[in-house]
T-cell receptor
Framework: GAGVSQSPRYKVTKRGQDVALRCDPISGHVSLYWYRQALGQGPEFLTYFNYEAQQDKSGLPNDRFSAERPEGSISTLTIQRTEQRDSAMYRC???????????????FGPGTRLTVL | DQQVKQNSPSLSVQEGRISILNCDYTNSMFDYFLWYKKYPAEGPTFLISISSIKDKNEDGRFTVFLNKSAKHLSLHIVPSQPGDSAVYFCAASAGSSNTGKLIFGQGTTLQVKP
């Protein structure tokens, strides 16, 4: 598969539990992005990485949210002590490089639908 | 504050006619704009983009127009086909700030009727 993959596709958890969402970017893509999408809305930026370095985490809602990309490839978004308001689609995207321009568009994965009961 | 706005939640057009999807933005630092298309149960897929140094970019049936003074862009699809039925998202970035962050609009659901 040449695209961005995410796992699990669906996650149901109870309030207070921790969850880890995984993203496998397109091979060779330097930049990796996490977005959150509420129903009826567009994706909302959370954080992004170049290689293993987290470049911008300004979109993370609070300190319960964290992300890592230790080897510059696969990334994990972790939500601790989940709350019902965390329920959303979490999307990952990757691009060849950091800059925005022709030929360097972000490719999105299918997302992980998180439901917090 | 919504920096990128798509004020029409939905649009319905007849096959063969033109579809025009609109997007407004407020941040004058945005210098690169994109349109993504999304089918149900899939992630958004890139459709077309435009840099702020241009006012038009065309790719087959798809044309994006940028009016910087009005902070407005539009996507034209001519002729529209039933397979174009999807949710369309407008997105913007401040590329000169060297960040990969995209700001998305709320999306417009396009239905093309046969």
């Amino acid at each position: 598969g040449a695209g961005v993959s995410q796992s699990p596709r669906y996650k149901v958890t109870k309030r207070g539990q921790d969850v880890a969402l995984r993203c496998d970017p397109i091979s060779g893509h330097v930049s990796l992005y996490w977005y959150r999408q509420a129903l009826g809305q567009g994706p909302e930026f959370l954080t992004y990485f170049n290689y293993e370095a987290q470049q911008d985490k300004s979109g993370l809602p609070n300190d319960r949210f964290s992300a890592e990309r230790p080897e510059g490839s696969i990334s994990t978004l972790t939500i601790q002590r989940t709350e019902q308001r965390d329920s959303a689609m979490y999307r990952c995207a990757s691009s060849l490089a950091q800059y925005q321009g022709a030929g360097n568009e972000q490719f999105f994965g299918p997302g992980t639908r998180l439901t917090v009961l | 504050d919504q920096q990128v706005k798509q004020n029409s939640p939905s649009l319905s057009v007849q096959e063969g006619r033109i579809s025009i999807l609109n997007c407004d933005y407020t941040n004058s630092m945005f210098d690169y704009f994109l349109w993504y298309k999304k089918y149900p149960a899939e992630g958004p897929t890139f459709l077309i983009s435009i840099s702020s140094i241009k006012d038009k970019n065309e790719d087959g049936r798809f044309t994006v127009f940028l009016n910087k003074s009005a902070k407005h862009l539009s996507l034209h699809i001519v002729p529209s086909q039933p397979g174009d039925s999807a949710v369309y998202f407008c997105a913007a970035s401040a590329g000169s700030s060297n960040t990969g962050k995209l700001i998305f609009g709320q999306g417009t659901t396009l239905q093309v009727k046969p």
